[in-house]
């Protein structure tokens, strides 16, 4: 059993830690939350016992599959074991991400550094390692294409507004070329 009275899990990670954590879960139906304390009970039922393991089982396996992942990303030089232990590592975690969502936690995993994970043992064959990988780009651009373009506006039909502006700072960007060519 995963929880013989609570002292392999509380002992791991301290007791007063995984009571704080029970208590944060929010209000959900699908499991039982345990307000007061886990690793105080005396005597767990077996519903209970399948509630607790549900929670804890569930996030120590999908975040062992994310940290993994992520230590392993980090190595100087890849061979082909590393990058499969990449691609398992990371479908462990989209295996077992559910849980997330079931604890309310997480709505969706629909996040852009979640699905650039899915490509790192491509670019990694393609460009060796990811020591200067990184999203700065795309925000930069989320600035110049977005922002900027919002703060122009009078805030009234945004979206026609931002699109006249783009197309306006396309043309004088051909503009240029053209004059410098």
Not at 26 to 51: M, V
Not at 56 to 64: E, P, T, V
Not at 130 to 136: A, K, L, P, R, S
Request: glycine letters at 2%; one cysteine or more.
């Amino acid at each position: 059993m995963l929880l013989d009275s609570g002292k392999p899990i509380s002992s791991a990670c301290g007791a007063a830690k995984i009571d704080a954590h029970c208590r944060c879960l929010p209000p959900n139906h699908n499991i039982h939350l345990f307000r007061k304390s886990i690793t105080s009970l005396s005597c767990i039922s077996s519903a209970e016992h399948a509630q607790i393991c549900c929670f804890l089982l569930g996030i120590m396996i999908a975040m062992q599959g994310l940290f993994d992942f992520l230590y392993l990303v980090q190595y100087p030089c890849h061979s082909s074991e590393t990058l499969q232990l990449l691609d398992d590592m990371l479908n462990l975690f989209h295996d077992n991400k559910d849980i997330f969502i079931k604890l309310g936690i997480q709505n969706n995993f629909n996040l852009p550094k979640l699905y650039t994970m899915c490509y790192y043992t491509f670019m990694i064959m393609m460009l060796d390692t990811t020591d200067n990988y990184n999203t700065e780009y795309t925000e930069q651009l989320h600035i110049d294409y977005a922002k900027d373009a919002y703060h122009t506006t009078n805030h009234k039909d945004e979206f026609l507004q931002m699109t006249c502006w783009l197309k306006q700072k396309e043309k004088i960007l051909h503009y240029e070329k053209y004059i410098n060519w």
